[in-house]
């Protein structure tokens, strides 16, 4: 989200570069962002998780572990490059079969098998339209789904965040919380 000349505009804000990939899985940021705290009681043993916006897999290792043997996470990512720096760490920790990776288009998603579980931290203010990621995540959901939202304070205002959730509560997912994460805004929401 960004906000030009008063007005607040929902995405377009620009996408992380693969060469911050580094930055985005230290152990600093663990202490800021720890998956393990920030999914705790979201996932179970045998879920279909999705992770918009994987990354190198900073949030997608930790979610391959709670869905255990028989669960399944899908990591989207624009970039072909995350996407590989993802392969090769699930490789090294021997999660790779529980991971599916998905490249998908500036524009949309794509196909991606129904979940009960979706995170979207720190990338919807990346997105050049919010409102269309966010239909495609309402319907990435199964029935009851949920989808855990996360923007950085520093890049999206209160207000701007706030038209986020309007949004997503008008396509059809309710909040159900707001969880505290650290510099940041969240709300996670299930699919009504």
């Not at 072909?80 to 021997?94: C, S």
């Not at 998908?104 to 919807?124: N, Q, R």
Request: net charge positive.
């Amino acid at each position: 989200m960004s906000e030009s000349r008063g007005e607040v505009r929902l995405g377009g804000g620009d996408v992380c570069s693969a060469n911050h990939a580094g930055w985005l899985s230290t152990p600093l940021r663990r202490l800021l962002h720890n998956p393990d705290r920030i999914l705790r009681g979201l996932l179970q043993a045998g879920d279909t998780a999705v992770d918009f916006g994987c990354g190198p897999g900073f949030f997608t290792l930790p979610m391959a572990k709670m869905v255990g043997p028989g669960g399944r996470v899908v990591a989207v990512d624009l970039q072909a490059e995350m996407l590989e720096r993802l392969k090769v760490r699930a490789e090294r920790a021997g999660l790779a079969a529980r991971i599916r990776l998905h490249q998908c288009a500036a524009d949309t998603i794509g196909e991606v098998e129904p979940a009960d579980f979706a995170l979207a931290f720190f990338m919807v203010h990346e997105v050049p339209d919010a409102e269309h990621f966010l239909r495609e995540a309402h319907g990435a959901l199964k029935e009851g789904g949920r989808l855990l939202l996360v923007e950085p304070k520093g890049h999206v205002s209160a207000e701007a965040y706030r038209r986020t959730e309007d949004v997503a509560s008008g396509l059809g997912l309710k909040p159900l919380c707001r969880p505290r994460v650290r510099g940041s805004r969240a709300t996670l929401f299930a699919r009504a």
